[in-house]
């Protein structure tokens, strides 16, 4: 599946967004204003301005609106939560080649709110993924502790876990342990 550079950069924020959502004892990785300037520079999400309490929380239900797409159970409800999240956004397609990147398609309107811009850009970025008709790509991570969202990028589609280096490693661990302990017996 062939994903421009600007849709993968969208889709990695996406997923950076809704994994601030709190879990079970994990607090809100965005429960405070300076969390969001940090989100944004983290993503050099451009034209940000002056931040308040106001975009912590419209960006917070951004991101809510965000975990909805992620668990939709089929491509129907998934088209039409990021048709709702755009259209909120008021999208104005535009070409621009800034801060060094080659030309790419910005969503938002000029002077958008940081919120509208995440919706608008993140949102298209997921509908790329619709329309591909790949949506079964948006997951949550399989570890028993873990429910991070990711995007499953692998060619055969048979990621099951946010990152094979923390979640996977651990389990195929534990499992090659359990293994080890039975065989010992």
Not at 8 to 16: K, N, W
Not at 76 to 103: C, E, K, M
Request: aromatic content about 6%.
């Amino acid at each position: 599946m062939l994903i421009p550079h600007d849709t993968r950069i969208a889709l990695e924020t996406v997923v950076d967004l809704v994994n601030t959502a709190p879990e079970d004892d994990a607090g809100d990785g965005l429960a405070e204003l300076s969390a969001l300037y940090d989100f944004a520079e983290r993503h050099h999400i451009s034209d940000v301005g002056t931040l308040d309490e106001k975009d912590l929380r419209a960006v917070q239900d951004v991101r809510s609106r965000f975990a909805e797409i992620f668990a939709a159970p089929d491509a129907r409800t998934a088209a039409d939560l990021v048709n709702s999240l755009v259209a909120a956004a008021g999208t104005t397609p535009q070409l621009t080649d800034h801060d060094g990147y080659d030309w790419h398609v910005h969503y938002f309107a000029p002077g958008a709110s940081i919120a509208d811009h995440l919706a608008a850009d993140c949102g298209m970025a997921l509908a790329f993924i619709v329309v591909a008709g790949e949506q079964e790509r948006l997951r949550r991570c399989e570890a028993p502790d873990c429910r991070d969202a990711f995007v499953d990028l692998s060619r055969n589609r048979s990621r099951r876990y946010c990152s094979s280096r923390t979640c996977g490693n651990r389990l195929h661990v534990a499992a090659y342990r359990a293994r080890r302990r039975e065989a010992a017996r």
